[in-house]
Nanobody, 121 residues
Framework: QVQLGETGGGLVQAGGSLRLSCTAS????????MAWFRQASGKEREFVAA????????IYADFVQGRFTISRDNTKNTVNLQMNSLKPEDTALYYCAAGQFARTLKYYDFWGQGTQVTVSS
């Protein structure tokens, strides 16, 4: 089992920035690709970004458009999501996930509880 805990969500104005962090415990962190997903109210959970085991490869959803950066620190068992130029449509509950390096939910076995991001216009 891997336990994941997200922090860093909050309320921010459009154009602002937030940095989400996810800390893992349990099994070896570096054995898993890590990802961020989000779920807006009334919508399905969607992929945001993923990072490979080593951190050398990253993938992003098209809507990120260079605004977000995912990173990981295997010495601290953490993965971060730096979000800049936030838009109201980025408002969602953001989840951290551990699994295989992919864009699809089914490849991720462990999930955090989520952290709320709200962007006001």
């Amino acid at each position: 089992q891997v336990q994941l805990g997200e922090t860093g969500g909050g309320l921010v104005q459009a154009g602002g920035s937030l940095r989400l962090s996810c800390t893992a415990s349990g099994r070896t962190f570096s054995n898993y690709a890590m990802a961020w997903f989000r779920q807006a109210s009334g919508k399905e959970r969607e992929f945001v970004a993923a990072i490979s085991l080593s951190g050398l490869s990253t993938i992003y959803a098209d809507f990120v458009q260079g605004r977000f950066t995912i990173s990981r620190d295997n010495t601290k068992n953490t993965v971060n999501l730096q979000m800049n130029s936030l838009k109201p449509e980025d408002t969602a509950l953001y989840y951290c996930a551990a699994g295989q390096f992919a864009r699809t939910l089914k490849y991720y076995d462990f999930w955090g509880q989520g952290t709320q991001v709200t962007v006001s216009s």
